[in-house]
Every structure is written in structure tokens, then in C-alpha cells.
């Protein structure tokens, strides 16, 4: 997918000089369908894009250090969702990734949820 | 994937890319498909959050357009500062891109030529062509009225000699 870095492609789906990987098109995309994003400058869409790269690598490297996969070299959903419970920079993806809960913790808290109630 | 809905919640960083990454990033490193599936959704919530706030300190600022400043500030503000000195780098080649671009075309353009100079110059080229144009058209014009003059005078002499023939006639029938 990369191209050589002669080819100056501001406009192409494949990021050609900008020592990027993930498409530059698609990132601008999915900021402008934020709500109120206003224009975006070329070279903060290439920040972005790059800060994007890091995120994913961080987050790969946290849930797989930190997670139960670790031993036997393999990653999981549960370690995605553990790493973004208990990493703080990570918790604005805990409504995306809701941590699977023990069955018995469910009920406990939600015993503890009506008593709040009866309390009131 | 391509999303024909054309739904804006649909728009993901397609999955090939993100395989790539993951396993560039963890070689070796067995990945489930699920796992896989969230993290490509999760590059999408990162954009919108960086998106957003950097937005709102675009918006702070009077801005109308979300500055490289604004993403490095958001970045910072949402703890992400530590991506900052790598997300500079590129930065950095974007500046020297944009400059070795500005160079080459100021060589194609200047050429040590002033722009007035450039549009006289232009100018003159188009005068001269019009002249050009105008020349060629009357010489056709010239050409024309010339062949015309020949047909004319070659037919008046048939005429001619056909009339003095026809005008003893005439002066019988009388």
C-alpha cells in the first residue's frame, strides 16, 4: 500500500510521503462526521492520522502485556476490554467495549442497586 | 469495506490496515477475530475523541480551521501526551514536503522573470498571433477575389465573342 516517497499524493487513499500507514481519506472521513468538526488543515489531518497509528500500537501492546493471553501469545476481546477498564487514557472506549462480568458480580451489584433504592 | 448506506457511523479504518499494523505490532501473536473487529472500531472513537476535542479548542481559539496546534494541544489535554514528540516527527516532514514542493515549482515558474514581464510577454505572443490570423485571412480574401477576377474576365471574354456574333443578328432582325 505505501507508495514511494516521491510521489506527492495529498489527495489518494494511500498516504504516498508522509511516513503514515493508515489511510489519510478514510481518517478525514471519520472526523468530519463528528458533530460541529469544522475544516481541518492537512497537516493536523496527518497528526491525527499518526496519533491514530500510536493509539492502536499502544493499545495492542497494553492488552497484550497486561493481558491473561499472554503466556500462550495470543490476544483476546477480554484483554481489549480489561486493558480499557484499567487504563485511564483508554476508559472513553469502555461504551464501546463493555468488559464481560462474572454472572455472580451482575446480580451482587444489582442487589446492591435495590437496596440503594429502599433505602430512598 | 465498502459502505453503501452511506451511513457516516458506518466509516471504519478498513480492517486490512489494522491487521497490518497488529501484526507488525505483535509479531507472532495469535489475534481473535472479535479482538480484531474492536480495535478497528476503537480507531474510530479515538479519531472522534482527538476530533472533538480538538474542535473545541479550535473553536476557543477563532479559528475556523483545526491547526496541527489544536490536535497537539488535544492530544496533551486528553492524556495522550506521550504520542506527542513521535506525532511531531511527522510534523516536521510535512513541513519539508511542502517546502521541497514550493522549490520545485518556483523553479518551473520564476525563472528569474517577473510576473508583468511574464503577461507583456504574453501579451505580445497573442497580438502577434492575431496579426498572424489576419494576415492569412485577407490573403485568402486576396486569393479569392483574384480567382473571382479571373472567372469574370474569362467568362466576359466568352460573353464577348458570343455577344458580337448575336449583335449582327440583331441588327438583321431590325
Not at chain 1, 46 to 60: D, G, K, M, P, S
Not at chain 1, 81 to 100: C, R
Not at chain 2, 11 to 31: G, Y
Not at chain 2, 143 to 165: D, K, N, R, Y
Request: net charge negative; with cysteine.
Amino acid at each position: 500500500m505505501k507508495m514511494s516517497a516521491n510521489t506527492a499524493d495529498q489527495d489518494n487513499n494511500v498516504p504516498a510521503n508522509k511516513n503514515v500507514s493508515l489511510p489519510v481519506s478514510r481518517v478525514r472521513l471519520i472526523m468530519k462526521s463528528s458533530p460541529d468538526v469544522s475544516n481541518i488543515n492537512q497537516d493536523a489531518l496527518f497528526l491525527t492520522t499518526r496519533a491514530t497509528e500510536l493509539f492502536v500500537q499502544f493499545l495492542a501492546v497494553s492488552s497484550f502485556n497486561n493481558g491473561a493471553g499472554k503466556q500462550s501469545n495470543t490476544l483476546a476481546y477480554s484483554d481489549l476490554a480489561s486493558t480499557a477498564e484499567e487504563t485511564d487514557t483508554f476508559h472513553f472506549l469502555t461504551d464501546i467495549l463493555p468488559k464481560k462480568i462474572l454472572a455472580g458480580d451482575y446480580l451482587k451489584s444489582l442487589e446492591q442497586m435495590q437496596d440503594d433504592e429502599a433505602d430512598n | 469495506m465498502a459502505s453503501s448506506s452511506g451511513n457516516d457511523d458506518d466509516l471504519t479504518i478498513p480492517r486490512a490496515a489494522i491487521n497490518k499494523m497488529i501484526k507488525e505490532t505483535l509479531p507472532n501473536v495469535r489475534v481473535a477475530n472479535d479482538a480484531r473487529e474492536l480495535v478497528v472500531n476503537c480507531c474510530t472513537e479515538f479519531i472522534h475523541l482527538v476530533s472533538s476535542e480538538a474542535n473545541e479548542i479550535c473553536n476557543k481559539s477563532e479559528k475556523k480551521t483545526i491547526s496541527p496546534e489544536h490536535v497537539i494541544n488535544a492530544l496533551e489535554s486528553l492524556g495522550f501526551g506521550s504520542y506527542i514528540t513521535e506525532v511531531k516527527d511527522v510534523l516536521q516532514e510535512c513541513k519539508s514536503v511542502a517546502l521541497k514542493r514550493r522549490k520545485a515549482s518556483s523553479r518551473l515558474e520564476n525563472l528569474g522573470i517577473p510576473e508583468e514581464e511574464l503577461l507583456r510577454q504574453q501579451q505580445e505572443l497573442f497580438a502577434k498571433a492575431r496579426q498572424q490570423q489576419a494576415e492569412l485571412a485577407q490573403q485568402e480574401w486576396l486569393q479569392m477575389q483574384h480567382a473571382a477576377e479571373q472567372a469574370h474576365m474569362a467568362s466576359a471574354a466568352a460573353t464577348q465573342q458570343a455577344g458580337s456574333s448575336q449583335d449582327e443578328d440583331d441588327d438583321d432582325d431590325i
